[in-house]
């Protein structure tokens, strides 16, 4: 993110990367060589979602205490794909109709499997909190994918951590969830985020016109800690409100990891018919952005159809690669929901592309011309603007089911030419990843970098198994330097930028590189190294983390990120990111709970962290259009 709204007005610190565009296009005359003047701010991911009926089981809580459902196979397992086989409706009575002392608790998830016919058309109405919820769930697609995406996202009990002080942590961040959500609703309901101080709502330019970014960015996050009223309200929203027909101008990165990505994860969830229905009409309004003599997609899109490329200057022509990086896992699960092989032709396009393009010491530019197809500059970052493009090639190979080769390839070859030409110690002892720029190198790593340490951490095991461990221990190093640059700040709370030069040891000496936006990537390496390792550090860096949020980022009226962090007097920036709904407080929630809450070996996330599930190797080849994986 370039730009961020601080107290109201328009300063250098939030958007993600279109809206960097945005800023530099008056900057055009200067060329491409002011990008590297950009303050990282965006992880690029944040630079510059037959006629049966389901029911969708929710309540307030999954924390198991009450008594369990006989088959814990979650919705994913049973309402997604439904025609013939077992669907779940609420355990509300015992066999003979009376409500058993174990189904009284309201706060308790619970399901049991009943068998029902094709024909059968009965809506099936359950009532949680007050709140009836019902689906219409049944279609031929999930005829097609039942025997494909099985998986159960909710384990033997909802992720419950065995251990009280765990289950006191994660109950806190429910709280502040639901903290969140009561005031996005009281105060910008339907607005794309929350601004707490001036108690209104922030529309911005990067969706084009779509509106309700929280609201779609939360729903998987909702769903996965029981908050069954917020998320109906979530759901009823969507179904009335959420307006596809719109003409702006949005970015194909955000409104892909934030809408797409999170009507995928609600639907897969939820098994909710209206999020399959608004994802593949918002799919289909992404297509324009790839009309290019490359394929390579402009940065933006008019989702009423049409597409541009941004004008002025040499920065005005390229395509970003974090962008046109982080669009791999939401459309291959686009075909897959509509049988259509388009949407998974282009992002193959895309890296076969690259894979023709020579690289400077095997490293990836940070942007490419979509009309020459060539790279732009030599300005190498993993952070903003290039980020989301590594973690992407690893997840598209665990989302396979480990049988895409090429992405495979990328990502370890990626990750050897970041490492020889990246990777650095500081003087004292620290690990990090340095910035690249035409063949020197800029001694600094931004907050938008340390994802780097969870997905190193899971793609250390599917390595040669003499790089295993050390890919490991390069991930739990850079893990601890980006805890260093928290604890080195009297908030607790660490800078959007961080360096290791001029005496600098993980802090930022820089005045506009000190704001801290609500970002979730340092606490995702935490829950990523977790489950890893279960070293239990990285549970209390969370806990530190979380009361840090707590003391300077919690204001009445919901959450904000501040302008310092080395600041005695704390600033807010008057912001409640739609991220910190989607990712901040999900990876807390799931670094306090059980493994087996959405395990990882059946669900990736997206960079929005919403959870998509992995795709067995049997799943496309029985509807016909498995890409080639191994070319």
């Keep these: 993110m370039i730009f961020k709204t601080l107290a109201g007005k328009t300063s250098f610190v939030g958007l993600r990367l279109p809206q960097t565009f945005l800023f530099l296009l008056f900057l055009g005359s200067l060329g491409f060589g002011a990008l590297f003047f950009l303050p990282e701010t965006s992880r690029l991911k944040r ?5 049966s009926d389901n029911s969708a089981v929710i309540t307030d809580s999954m924390n198991g205490q009450s008594a369990q459902p006989s088959s814990p196979i979650g919705l994913i397992g049973a309402a997604r794909f439904d025609i013939g086989v077992p669907r779940i409706q609420s355990q509300l009575s015992s066999s003979n109709g009376k409500q058993t002392n174990n189904n009284k608790e309201s706060n308790q998830r619970t399901v049991s499997m009943e068998h029902t016919s094709e024909g059968d058309a009965a809506d099936d109405k359950v009532h949680t909190r007050g709140v009836v919820v019902s689906s219409r769930a049944r279609s031929p697609v999930r005829v097609k994918l039942r025997n494909c995406m099985l998986k159960p996202p909710y384990g033997a009990n909802y992720g419950k951590p065995s251990d009280p002080e765990s289950l006191q942590r994660r109950e806190k961040v429910k709280e502040m969830m639901k903290f969140a959500w009561d005031n996005y609703k009281r105060y910008a309901w339907g607005e794309n985020e929350l601004r707490p101080l001036s108690r209104n709502g922030n529309d911005g330019r990067t969706f084009g016109g779509l509106r309700g970014a929280s609201i779609v960015d939360s729903l998987d996050t909702l769903y996965i800690m029981g908050l069954g009223e917020e998320y109906q309200e979530a759901k009823e929203w969507v179904e009335n409100n959420l307006n596809l027909n719109v003409g702006g101008e949005a970015s194909l990165f955000e409104v892909n990891i934030r809408y797409v990505g999170g009507l995928l994860s609600a639907y897969y969830l939820t098994g909710e018919e209206v999020f399959k229905r608004k994802v593949v009409e918002l799919g289909k309004n992404l297509l324009p952005a790839f009309n290019t003599p490359t394929g390579i997609p402009h940065g933006v899109v008019n989702l009423a159809g049409d597409s541009r490329r941004w004008s002025g200057g040499d920065l005005g022509r390229s395509s970003v690669l974090a962008e046109f990086g982080t669009l791999h896992l939401e459309f291959v699960h686009l075909s897959e929901l509509t049988n259509d092989p388009i949407y998974t032709e282009k992002v193959m396009n895309i890296r076969k592309h690259l894979n023709q393009l020579d690289k400077p010491r095997g490293l990836y530019p940070n942007a490419l011309n979509p009309v ?37 390839r990328m990502y370890y070859a990626a990750l050897e030419a970041i490492e020889n030409n990246l990777v650095q110690r500081s003087p004292g002892g620290l690990i990090y990843v340095a910035e690249w720029r035409g063949g020197i190198l800029d001694h600094r790593m931004g907050h938008l970098a340390c994802f780097s340490g969870g997905m190193i951490g899971i793609g250390a095991e599917h390595g040669s198994p003499e790089t295993r461990q050390h890919q490991l221990d390069l991930a739990a190093n850079i893990t601890h330097t980006c805890h260093e640059s928290y604890r080195r700040t009297p908030t607790k709370l660490g800078p959007e930028v961080f360096r290791f030069d001029d005496g600098a040891e993980a802090t930022a000496p820089r005045v506009n590189e000190r704001h801290y936006i609500l970002r979730p990537e340092v606490v995702e390496s935490y829950m ?7 070293d239990p550090k990285y549970r209390e860096w969370g806990w530190e983390a979380l009361e840090a949020l707590e003391q300077h980022c919690r204001l009445a009226t ?20 739609s991220f910190f709904l989607a990712e901040t407080l999900k990876y807390l929630y799931l670094l306090f709970s059980d493994d087996d809450l959405l395990p990882l070996k059946d669900w990736v996330f997206n960079t929005e962290a919403h959870p998509l599930p992995v795709i067995p190797r049997n799943c496309s080849q029985e509807r016909g259009h498995r890409p080639n994986w191994t070319h």
Excluded: P
């Design 528 to 534: 990523y190294m977790w489950r890893l390792t279960h």
């Design 47 to 51: 630079i510059f979602q037959h006629n």
């Design 558 to 577: 919901g959450f904000s990120g501040i302008i310092d962090v080395y600041g005695h007097i704390i600033q807010h920036d008057n912001l409640q990111q």
């Design 372 to 408: 020459s197809g060539n790279w732009e500059q030599h300005y190498v970052s993993i952070g903003a603007l290039g980020d989301s493009f590594y973690e992407y090639l690893i997840k598209s190979y665990l989302m396979s089911d480990r049988t895409d080769e090429v992405a495979k």
